[in-house]
């Protein structure tokens, strides 16, 4: 590895260390300032383009967990590793969810690419939708939370709360 090759490992190994640590104080502008305009964003629940629409994510989010996780919000990233242009991370969060401030342990998977200039261009997470589901949403994601319906009622909840909190909060 040159000197540059590992000036930039260290660069994008930083992107991604302050990002999961901005997450754990849920800080949702500090997130979004690491992404590039262009990026993408894409997970069970989102499907986002622009740092403007993930950073809107970012921040309702960090709101949310601010505002009714209190002491249950924890986060424990895990793995974070570069290789080449490309990134991965394993992290759990812990926190309240919806009106019922229903406990929700997620596990999820995390791949990055990047930028030349170390923004984060493309972030993926993964995770078990149907666990989630049965935490977040009780006996309704319980039963319906493998069926692909619960999963699009679900996507068009949070795109639609996104947009209310972009027309509200920019």
């Known amino acids: 590895m040159t000197i540059e090759e590992a000036g930039t490992h260290a660069g994008r190994l930083q992107t991604l260390q302050t990002l999961f640590a901005a997450f754990e104080r849920r800080?949702?502008?500090a997130m979004q300032a690491l992404y590039a305009p262009q990026a993408t964003f894409d997970?069970?629940?989102?499907s986002l383009h622009g740092a403007r629409e993930i950073g809107g994510m970012w921040r309702m989010l960090c709101?949310?967990?601010?505002k009714r996780s209190g002491d249950v919000w924890?986060?424990?990233a895990s793995d974070i590793r570069i290789e080449g242009d490309r990134g991965h991370a394993r992290w759990e969060a812990t926190y309240l969810y919806g009106t019922a401030d229903r406990r929700v342990h997620n596990r999820v998977e995390s791949t990055?690419?990047?930028?030349?200039?170390?923004?984060?261009?493309?972030?993926?997470?993964?995770?078990?939708?149907?666990?989630?589901?049965?935490?977040?949403?009780g006996w309704?994601?319980?039963w319906f939370g493998a069926l692909p319906p619960?999963?699009?009622?679900?996507?068009?909840?949070?795109?639609?709360?996104?947009?209310?909190?972009?027309?509200?909060?920019?």
Do not use: C
């Open 150 to 170: 619960m999963q699009r009622y679900v996507r068009r909840q949070a795109h639609d709360k996104l947009a209310r909190f972009l027309a509200s909060h920019l």
């Open 27 to 29: 800080d949702g502008d």
């Open 63 to 66: 709101r949310s967990a601010r």
């Open 140 to 142: 309704p994601g319980q």
């Open 43 to 46: 997970d069970p629940v989102f």
């Open 74 to 76: 924890s986060l424990n």
């Open 112 to 137: 990055f690419e990047f930028t030349a200039d170390g923004h984060i261009l493309r972030h993926v997470d993964r995770f078990d939708f149907r666990a989630w589901a049965a935490q977040a949403l």
